[in-house]
């Protein structure tokens, strides 16, 4: 929704900049034009500057995006993200997320394959990382801190995995009341994943 939002915002102060005449108002649209490229910049099409080194196609990242939209709507998440596993420069790239902020979305841009976050972990080892209530269960402290600076009570950090068994992403949802993981989640995911790997085959080759 902040998507559609940023981009009917960002055609209407367009619009409005070719009528304009008064420098005062042409400064302001060319000052509100500037934010929402800038807000858009942090919501859409992340892949061509967090991972340009993947070379995946405008046509194909905007499918992963619609693709992984519905999948947070079909499992009831508040925010949730793709990172794709980086294996030249051992690291995770943040390739598509919903309701993240700024400083979460340049945190996540790029983040070591070391790094102490259940999402990295989550790549090392090809299993899930599920907190379904960070304030009950076990949870990593940079997660946990994470999370409750956001609002958010539940993690379901799940890996993309090709038909090698090899982890190529993390798709991440977040939920903002404590939620359990269970097979009907697990199906929904794994349906939407065969999609993401058909999307990304340089992706998956590295």
């Not at 905007?62 to 709507?73: C, K, R, S």
């Amino acid at each position: 929704m902040r998507r559609f939002i940023a981009r009917q915002n960002l055609q209407r102060f367009e619009d409005l900049l070719r009528f304009e005449t008064n420098p005062a108002g042409r400064e302001q649209l060319t000052r509100l034009i500037e934010e929402t490229r800038t807000e858009l910049r942090y919501l859409e099409r992340i892949w061509p500057w967090s991972w340009p080194e993947a070379g995946i196609p405008d046509a194909v990242g905007d499918v992963l995006e619609e693709t992984l939209d519905d999948l947070l709507d079909r499992l009831g998440a508040d925010l949730g993200s793709l990172q794709g596993v980086d294996r030249a420069g051992a690291a995770l790239r943040l390739l598509w997320h919903r309701g993240f902020d700024a400083e979460t979305v340049s945190r996540l841009e790029k983040v070591p394959a070391n790094d102490p976050s259940g999402w990295a972990s989550a790549a090392s080892d090809g299993s899930p990382f599920i907190v379904e209530d960070v304030e009950a269960g076990p949870c990593p402290p940079a997660a946990r801190d994470w999370a409750r600076a956001r609002g958010i009570r539940s993690i379901h950090s799940l890996p993309v995995t090709d038909g090698r068994g090899l982890t190529v992403g993390i798709f991440s949802a977040h939920f903002r009341a404590p939620r359990s993981y269970g097979e009907h989640e697990g199906r929904l995911a794994r349906t939407a994943f065969g999609t993401v790997i058909a999307l990304l085959p340089r992706h998956r080759a590295a």
